[in-house]
């Protein structure tokens, strides 16, 4: 079972998921992914394209928004706003343990306020 986090009602946040969770993610109630997780990061993860896929057949939409272990840039925090903007709500966030998506979404509220 995936263990989320709420950060606003529009986005929460995880560890990367399997792609076999994705459909149990979709039933509850998320409607996009956002992979903020590079892909070769580590040798057991699935790549984003895997993820993608089972996302799509899932009923979802999926970006990928590589975050790297320094944390987000002033660029990151641009592309997830637009991607606030264009995918569907709510939107699950993952990166290895959660902890980069998180920072990312706090940098983009502060941003914001």
Sequence with gaps: MVKTRKITPEISVCAQPSAKDLALIHTLGFNSIVSNRPDGE???????????QAAVYAGMEAAYLPIDMSGPTADDVDAMAALMKTLPHPILAYCETGARCEALVNALMAKEA
Excluded: G, P
Excluded at 42 to 52: C, G
């Design 42 to 52: 580590a040798i057991d993860q699935s790549l984003f394209e895997e993820m993608r």
